[in-house]
């Protein structure tokens, strides 16, 4: 989903329905929030989540990755 300007906050709570997503990149996505991160934070087998250029998240989403039970190797 890399670069996916219309991938929301919405779509990330869909896409967490897969429980079984290993790796997810939603680099330069500009329109999610904190919202997206803690929905995927909910993916206990996610090991690789990449969101670089994502303006809108703060801090509380890698607050919500350091305390989630997903099994994160990379960030």
Request: charged share 25%.
């Amino acid at each position: 989903f890399e670069g996916c300007g219309r991938f929301t906050d919405k779509a990330a709570e869909s896409l967490a329905a897969c429980r079984h997503l290993h790796t997810v990149n939603l680099s330069r996505c500009d329109m999610l929030t904190d919202r997206a991160v803690e929905a995927l934070s909910t993916c206990p087998d996610l090991q690789s989540l990449h969101f670089e250029s994502c303006d809108k998240l703060t801090d509380k989403a890698a607050d919500v990755l350091t305390s989630s039970h997903c099994q994160l190797l990379r960030m």
